[in-house]
C-alpha cells in the first residue's frame, strides 16, 4: 500500500492520505508539523537549555530571611532559639557547612540576644549574628 503525503508550504504541515491521525496530530487541528519545524524547535529548546537562559535561572541566589530571638540551645550541628516578639515560638535552625566550621570555633552564650539568618521555607541557617 502506498501513502501518498501532501505538504502545504504556507502552513508548513503534512497531511496524510487514507490513514487516521495521532491523538497529537489531532490537537494542531488534524495536521503534524513538518520534519524543518520539529527540529527547528528542538534546537531552539536545547539551546536555551544548554545556553545563558536555562543555566541562570538554577544558579539563582536562595532567598533568605531573619529570626531574631534569645538562644536556648547551642549544638555542634543546630541552634535553638526563642522569638523575641512571640514567647511561645520557638525554633531550631541546622548550620549550613561554613557555618557549622565557626561555629565550632565561637558559639554564643545560652540566653544571647542572636539575629539567625535562613533559607526560605526551611530550617538551613546561614549565619548567626550577635
Do not use: W
Amino acid at each position: 500500500m502506498t501513502e501518498k503525503l501532501a505538504e502545504n508550504s504556507s502552513t508548513c504541515t503534512i497531511k496524510r492520505a487514507g490513514r487516521r491521525l495521532p491523538s497529537t496530530a489531532k490537537l494542531l487541528g488534524g495536521s503534524q508539523p513538518c520534519l524543518r519545524c520539529r527540529s527547528a524547535c528542538i534546537v531552539l529548546a536545547v539551546g536555551l537549555l544548554l545556553g545563558g537562559l536555562g543555566l541562570d535561572a538554577l544558579h539563582a541566589k536562595p532567598k533568605t530571611d531573619k529570626f531574631e530571638g534569645t538562644v536556648v540551645v547551642v549544638g555542634p550541628k543546630a541552634i535553638t532559639v526563642k522569638s523575641r516578639d512571640n514567647i511561645y515560638m520557638v525554633r531550631t535552625f541546622h548550620y549550613s557547612a561554613e557555618l557549622e566550621q565557626k561555629m565550632l570555633r565561637k558559639k554564643p552564650a545560652t540566653g544571647k540576644k542572636v539575629t539567625v539568618h535562613y533559607v526560605r521555607g526551611s530550617d538551613l541557617a546561614l549565619k548567626v549574628n550577635d
